[in-house]
């Protein structure tokens, strides 16, 4: 049997395939996934915390999918950092982000890890390739919110951090603010 990685690689590809980001490139969103698999493994996350990294949308953003598969598939271990990293699809966006920034303060080394992750993907994707309709505004706004997530979490490898804030710098210099 594959090793739990590759599994949760395998099972994140299938259920995102056809996604894409919102981005004016249309990449395809499996490329968030393994940008956050990569950062977590090169800032010492260990097998559960990268298999969570695969998982960390899928509950939330591919039908079907429960986060009682996950736990069934993965393990409870793996299913709670997933939990952890799931928006209540239910809320609206606005309260969404804001309990993004909430939370963050209450969050397992693991789940940190990831969302620093998949902070530092999103902030490099919206510098990349703009998201259609995005102003620049609403570019440095989404650079913000993400900035001020990061700030909530646990700490973190000061490598990851500074991975990080480099991305954060980067997009601010695309945006020129």
Not at 27 to 50: K, Q, S, T
Not at 128 to 153: F, I, K, N, Q, T
């Amino acid at each position: 049997m594959p090793d739990l990685i590759t599994r949760a690689e395998a099972f994140a590809r299938q259920a995102h395939a056809g996604q894409t980001r919102k981005g004016a490139s249309s990449e395809p969103y499996v490329i968030n996934l393994e940008e956050v698999a990569g950062f977590v493994r090169r800032h010492g996350g260990d097998e559960i915390a990268l298999a969570a990294a695969w998982l960390h949308d899928t509950v939330e953003d591919c039908d079907g999918v429960t986060a009682r598969d996950i736990a069934r598939v993965f393990g409870a271990a793996v299913a709670a950092v997933v939990a952890e990293l799931t928006d209540d699809k239910a809320l609206a966006k606005a309260e969404r982000k804001r309990l993004q920034i909430v939370h963050a303060a209450s969050k397992s080394p693991r789940a940190a890890l990831v969302k620093l992750g998949d902070k530092t993907s999103n902030v490099r994707s919206v510098a990349a390739s703009r998201p259609v309709g995005w102003s620049l505004d609403r570019c440095c706004a989404y650079v913000d919110w993400a900035e001020a997530v990061v700030a909530a979490l646990p700490e973190a490898p000061e490598a990851a951090q500074v991975e990080f804030l480099a991305a954060v710098a980067a997009a601010r210099r695309t945006f020129g603010s």
